[in-house]
């Protein structure tokens, strides 16, 4: 059970490139996230799906777009990569419903960095 | 809206002891949900402990408990029995219940460094 996976796992990119960071999960969860986490501020939301063929913007969309064309997968994509994106960016999943499947499992993220 | 606070930005234990580490929230919601979040030095994000704010008991698994004091807002992590492989960063986070978006938010994180 692979459970949540990141690809790639390492990136550099420089300013303007863009990039896709792609998440599957084979649990059937409806929900998906994309976060990023940067040093001292721990984890911040930048979009969420809560089903396949819908998105929705988090705390911090700007400068991402998402898909999820697919149930099992999540996209997130930089169009014209900024410094401002380098950080760790961390895919998650939960059924979205029911106490105990609140949890959300996380993959084991995506370090970027923009030069 | 809701708030994560974690003060301590770092905690030292010794191998076998027990450590607290600290978790206050705000909210005005009633229905809520408290998780703890590990993150290893490989970097992923490990669910550790569940507790509900409708929950009477405070949540236990294994080595983890979670000392719910809902009057105080406060929802800390306590690892009896440190082992080495503690060593990590540890997330609180919270969010409402009962709602279609499960958005959590979290605090800022506790690097436990557990000696030998």
């Known amino acids: 059970n692979a459970g949540v996976t990141q690809t790639p796992k390492f990136r550099v990119l420089k300013t303007g490139q863009s990039m896709t960071l792609l998440c599957a999960q084979d649990?059937?969860?409806?929900?998906m996230y994309w976060y990023r986490q940067d040093p001292g501020m721990g984890l911040r939301l930048i979009h969420y799906?809560?089903?396949?063929?819908?998105?929705a913007k988090g705390e911090v969309p700007d400068g991402y777009n998402v898909s999820r064309l697919k149930k099992q997968n999540f996209l997130l994509g930089l169009e014209s990569a900024a410094p401002s994106q380098t950080s760790v960016y961390f895919c998650?999943?939960?059924?979205?419903?029911?106490?105990?499947?609140?949890?959300?499992?996380f993959g084991p993220g995506t370090r970027l960095t923009v030069l | 809206a809701q708030k994560i606070t974690q003060t301590q930005p770092g905690m030292f234990v010794q191998e076998k002891e027990a450590v607290t580490l600290d978790c206050t929230y705000d909210?005005?919601?009633?229905?809520?949900?408290l998780f703890w979040y590990k993150q290893p030095s490989s970097g992923e994000m490990i669910f550790l402990i569940y507790?509900?704010?409708?929950?009477?008991q405070n949540a236990t698994e294994g080595r983890y408990s979670l000392n719910f004091q809902k009057a105080r807002k406060s929802a800390n992590l306590v690892i009896s029995a440190s082992q080495l492989g503690d060593s990590a960063m540890y997330f609180c986070?919270?969010?409402?219940?009962?709602?279609?978006?499960?958005?959590?938010?979290f605090g800022t994180g506790t690097r436990l460094l557990v000696s030998p």
């Open positions: 909210t005005s919601d009633q229905s809520y949900g």
């Open positions: 507790q509900g704010s409708y929950d009477e």
């Open positions: 649990m059937n969860h409806e929900y």
């Open positions: 799906s809560v089903g396949e063929g819908t998105t």
């Open positions: 998650a999943s939960n059924d979205g419903w029911g106490a105990h499947t609140d949890t959300q499992y």
């Open positions: 986070a919270m969010r409402r219940l009962n709602t279609g978006f499960q958005k959590l938010v």
